[in-house]
């Protein structure tokens, strides 16, 4: 049974960073295209970047410049570098195969706001 456990969003400023991580169990991670996921009040969820190994990624255009998603194979864990957030970035983060396919975590809320 694959598991997925999303850490690190917080309360962040306009302009400000946070660096979301996700740890993957029972999956053979290394060799699985993985994806973070965000779902804002009243919107459908969406597919903000995803990641096969370090030189083929994808961003969503409104992330492109300012989100870096990374992994580490060794760990089983996929990273969210956010920077310059945005007021519109507020939303439940997610992290699942690409495309999902296995039940979905408890996400980790970003809430940007001044």
């Known amino acids: 049974q694959v598991q997925f456990v999303e850490s690190g969003g917080g309360l962040v400023q306009p302009g400000g960073s946070l660096r979301l991580s996700c740890g993957v169990s029972?999956?053979?991670?290394?060799?699985?295209?993985m994806g973070w996921y965000r779902q804002a009040p009243g919107k459908q969820r969406e597919l903000v970047a995803g990641?096969?190994?370090?030189?083929?990624?994808k961003y969503v255009d409104s992330v492109k410049g300012r989100f870096t998603i990374s992994r580490d194979n060794a760990k089983n864990t996929v990273y969210l570098q956010m920077n310059s957030l945005k007021p519109e970035d507020t939303a439940v983060y997610y992290c699942?195969?690409?495309?999902?396919?296995?039940?979905w975590g408890q996400g980790t809320q970003v809430t940007v706001s001044s």
């Open positions: 699942n195969r690409d495309p999902p396919l296995y039940s």
């Open positions: 029972g999956s053979r991670f290394s060799i699985t295209a």
């Open positions: 990641i096969i190994s370090d030189a083929r990624v």
